[in-house]
């Protein structure tokens, strides 16, 4: 019962949701759980406990350490990609990490030394050691069994540095020390081992299957975050990782630089095509850039972003219903594909085609 | 033949429009006149002339004159609805007004005076006489014949001043001319009349419907835009203005500030319910405000912004999906709501439901 968590009030579901257990709002407020509810089947449900969302325990810790965003954002998001893959979004409910503490988190993200023995870092050497490990990510499945929520998976994203930035004195210049992929491979493996031994220690974890992906961090300058390359998926009670499974997953950053490697020449010569017939649209330059990830040569999708000056809300109206046809005729098909457009106010637009899909939907947002 | 423009080239038309005309691209380049397509039947199209989108041609005046943002977003939004109900979407397409030249409106926006003849605006004057006039904006009504796109109806915006800023000597402090709304409606309808007639000068603009429409400008300061008080719809050929037609549109922020006059309880304890329930999600307080839009005492929308910390991925998910379920809930039904979620790294998701819907569609931003 230490994995339950009673289900007092009533739950939360918002319509068209797979798993609509109750409605309404009439019990005790007394310990009150709800679901947030599920815009589309594509995400989980996350854990509301008495009216504040349950945040993590290990909270902020990321935020406050790993200064290029997007590998932030790329990890999280990736990372629950994973989970989806062995724990459906139609069966599970979402909540973060209830079980490495802040404390915790950033003694594992530590050196190893005498004050900090469970540090997952290597001990300070000479020459210069790298840090390898960069964040630690925890995110709990859980399944409802009459009113109550219990435990019922575990994914945890190790994400390792590609590049370690450090200075030899407070002050001093910053350096950098590359890491070699194979060293990123090796070392997350073995830090995930040790990983995996220390929550089967918790008798919470004990019995739970529990993912462990490893994530390459991108370096601080890159647009683009980094990706995942392995995971393992350890059934309950299983103290030793048995098996991983490469991902091949690599994001790229468009129009393709000169002299940089292309992931497809056809979605490069296809985003070029969209971009010059863009930027002719009007007298001033639009900048436009895409994030475009692939999986195993696959386009996964593309995130385009278009910034450019506007001179009237109808610029924006009639640049934003040619981009819907510009970006139907000339971007890859078949993939998902976000299109933002913005000027120095902030977001003017946006478009969205899912994947599967053959049009575009837009919103013009405006004010009143 | 003045008032055509050759279709050389073939329009390219989006989907699904109700005014497929042909596609394709085959022609010369020369003077080639496209349409921007149409992403939904509630916008224009608009016309793109050898592959640049013809903009105005008094392009930017309000942009370099205009202080407050929101006045320039809601005259032109505010016009192109007036528009709209005299030049349907369907049969009518959009240009960008052709027939003011910057020149001519910066010298109709200034004073009246020796050097500047066809100023709109009063002499000067001791006491203070205020600037009235603010903005211009001209949107061209076109219709296709055959192969050409022809003139078919004018809008006129005209934006007057509730208070004009003026220094009495440079670098001198800003001061404050209130103008009553009397004021402004009479000085309005003054400028109004002169504008049809100098239109009607024009040789193009003879015997064109010509709707002129009235902005009452909001204060600098203000954190909505100003309202639409009246216009007038002017057959083609009629020199003078016959009848005018009260607006009564007024813009609210929400919360209402203690002592300011509500515009409906009902939407304001919805509105504060609504608030209050997104503020308790997170142990972080989220700042919630609305921009509300009613016209005749009937909410036409609103604009919901919510701006907080996030510390991940996940819990913008899990916000979003909450917030859709809360908005549904608590805010008021039959109107369309936009809701964007903001922290200092800009948009984050933005949730919207359109008139006569029920449930809020969402999208979550995220990066590669």
Redo the contacts between chains.
Sequence with gaps: MALSIALMGVL?V???SADNLNTGSKSSNSSKTEL?????SG????V?KN???Q??KS??V??SQVSN??N???F??GL?NISKEEFSTKKYV?Q?GQYLSTAKVENWLGRKSKSNPTGLNPKKGSPYVPNYLSQI?E?DFMTENGRNLSLSGMTIGLAINSVDYYTKKTDGPTLEADISDAQVNKQGKAIAAKVLKRLRAQKALKNIPIVIALYKQASDDSL??GNFFAYAVNDGGATKISKWTKVNQK?YVFPIQSGKKSPSKTDEDAFDNFKS?VQ????NLSGVTA???YSDGTLN?M?VSITTQF?????I??????L??AAQKYLPSNAPI?I?VQST???QS?L?RNAGEK??????????
Tied chains: 1, 2.
């Design positions: 939360l918002a319509c068209g947030t509810g599920q815009t589309d995400y989980y449900q996350g509301i009216g504040h969302y945040t993590s909270r902020g990321s935020v965003q997007l932030i954002k790329g999280e998001n629950l979402f973060e990510s995110q683009v975050g994001n017939q002719n649209f009007f007298p994030q475009a990830q999708g995130k001179y009237s809300q109808t610029e109206i009639s640049f934003t219903q040619y819907q046809q976000d933002t106010d902030g977001i946006f969205s049009n575009f939907t837009s919103h013009i947002f405006n004010s009143y």
